[in-house]
């Protein structure tokens, strides 16, 4: 073989040997897998019960005067975030709400009479830590019976309920268990 034919197969040798040794490198290449696993917190159902307070002139209230409503509040041990207030919302007082001495058509006549208020307070102002109990939530002028009531309306009795919508918040707590918040805030 002439040098000049030596030459080229050698070189064609080196540059398949170089190609081969890539296409060999690919071969080896290698993927892996990775899992990963979250959760979301717990934010089971607080409990609410409520209590008529009144005014500073007791539990009955004349014509033109409103009443407190204490709410109080507890959050399951098992909870692991804290609870927002975020609104309370009384349903409307009806004609089946009202007892006493009324009768009859006085009792709706009554009803119009009382009016209760809605309550929003502003974001992170009312949080309860995750596990509060006794939490007391008291509602300043829940209920006014209007300055325009009669004597129809004399001696009776009347029940409200309060809707509490609570978010799950990661804003600190402010009020634990046995604290009080009184709304609106001043």
Not at 39 to 49: G, K, M, W
Not at 106 to 119: E, I
Not at 154 to 165: I, N
Request: aromatic residues 6%.
């Amino acid at each position: 073989m002439n040098k000049r034919i030596k030459a080229i197969v050698a070189t064609t040798l080196v540059a398949a040997g170089i190609a081969g040794a890539g296409i060999a490198y690919a071969a080896f290449a290698r993927t892996g897998t990775a899992g990963a696993q979250g959760s979301s917190e717990e934010f089971n159902a607080l409990t609410v019960a409520g209590t008529w307070v009144g005014n500073s002139h007791g539990t009955s209230l004349l014509p033109g005067e409103a009443g407190l409503v204490r709410l109080t509040i507890g959050a399951p041990a098992d909870n692991t975030v804290n609870a927002e207030v975020v609104s309370v919302v009384p349903n409307p007082i009806t004609a089946g709400d009202i007892d006493g001495d009324v009768t009859g058509a006085d009792k709706a006549t009554c009803a119009g009479w009382l009016s209760a208020q809605t309550f929003t307070p502003a974001a992170g102002t009312v949080v309860l830590a995750k596990n509060a109990t006794g939490v007391k939530l008291n509602l300043a002028d829940a209920v006014t019976f209007s300055n325009d009531a009669t004597e129809v309306c004399e001696g009776m009795t009347f029940k409200t309920t309060w809707k509490v919508a609570f978010r799950a918040s990661r804003t600190a707590a402010t009020v634990g268990t046995d604290g009080a918040v009184t709304l609106p805030l001043s």
